[in-house]
């Protein structure tokens, strides 16, 4: 069993930056790409970024341009999604995510993962 919590969220203007983080526990997750993802009220969950094993690479959604980073550290079990220059429309409840599979593979479907957080709030004020 994993278990998975995610923080670092809050208020913030837009232009501003926060860093999210997902703790996890239970098992280690050095094995398993992991992902961030986002839900607005009432819209789908949409993803954001995913990272492999190893933080050797990375995925990101078209909409992040540059402004986010996803990085990981195994010896802490945790993973980062910096995100920078932040919009109104960036707010959401942001999820952590562990994938169905091992390996190197980069996801961006819900369907590829199977342990969510409970998610942090991210509010961007204009």
């Known amino acids: 069993q994993v278990q998975l919590e995610e923080s670092g969220g809050g208020l913030v203007q837009a232009g501003g930056s926060l860093r999210l983080s997902c703790a996890a526990s239970?098992?280690?997750?050095?094995?398993?790409?992991m992902g961030w993802f986002r839900q607005a009220p009432g819209k789908a969950r949409e993803f954001v970024a995913c990272?492999?094993?190893?933080?050797?690479?990375?995925s990101y959604a078209d909409f992040v341009e540059g402004r986010f980073t996803i990085s990981r550290d195994n010896a802490k079990n945790t993973v980062y999604l910096q995100m920078n220059s932040l919009k109104p429309e960036d707010t959401a409840i942001y999820y952590c995510?562990?994938?169905?599979?091992?390996?190197?593979?980069?996801?961006?479907?819900?369907?590829?993962?199977?342990?969510w957080g409970q998610g942090t709030q991210v509010t961007v004020s204009s």
């Open positions: 995510a562990k994938s169905r599979q091992y390996g190197s593979t980069l996801y961006r479907t819900v369907e590829d993962f199977d342990y």
């Open positions: 239970g098992r280690t997750l050095n094995e398993f790409s």
């Open positions: 990272i492999n094993w190893n933080g050797a690479t990375t």
